[in-house]
């Protein structure tokens, strides 16, 4: 039995879940609304202030979608409440941030200035010309455009520049100077 599958999820005060016909569930909360269709093999029931996911047999196939479906809408209970973010640290000569209306605009050592522009339901803040803050409801959402600005110039491993995840370890390696003295 799935130990994550199988925790029922807390609906806090405030957040309206509904489950419509073919496993549509509906999340409204003080922060917005989410929708997603999750799969139509498990059981979504909603007692109380609680949310239950049960899978009808034990095949592999269910098993999988259990954890899944529960970690899912949980993810999107704690988004209408609380919200999502990551921050990004930007670091080299030159490189910066600016926000220009709702986009981002990176400066990373190329020709021309990076152009980033929000999906629906994501906000950008840039507290420091180093520092980038992605926040949202959407788990998901957030992740991905974090990820898309992370790949714009990853961190290299000699020098350390590049964009990354606040407290990501990047690992250094020893340049051309370390190989010297060896015949």
């Known amino acids: 039995m799935s130990r994550i599958g199988r925790a029922p999820i807390a609906i806090p005060a405030g957040v309206t879940v509904k489950v419509e016909e073919g496993n549509k569930v509906t999340v409204k ?57 990551k921050t990004l640290e930007i670091n080299g000569v030159g490189y910066r941030a600016a926000k220009q209306g709702n986009n981002l605009n990176l400066s990373l050592g190329f020709s021309h200035p990076v152009v980033v522009e929000p999906p629906k339901g994501v906000s950008f803040d840039v507290p420091a010309p180093n520092k980038i803050v992605v926040s949202g409801i959407d788990k998901e959402a957030v992740g991905a455009i974090a990820a898309k600005i992370r790949d714009y110039r990853r961190p290299e491993p000699y020098k350390g520049k590049g964009i990354k995840y606040e407290g990501e370890f990047v690992r250094r390696k020893v340049g051309k100077a370390g190989a010297k003295g060896k015949k």
């Open 29 to 85: 909360g003080p922060k917005g609304e989410l929708v997603r269709e999750l799969s139509k093999d498990m059981n979504i029931k909603i007692e109380d202030a609680t949310i239950t996911v049960e899978r009808p047999s034990d095949n592999k196939d269910h098993r999988s979608l259990h954890g899944l479906t529960r970690t899912l809408i949980n993810n999107m209970v704690i988004g209408v409440t609380a919200g999502y973010a």
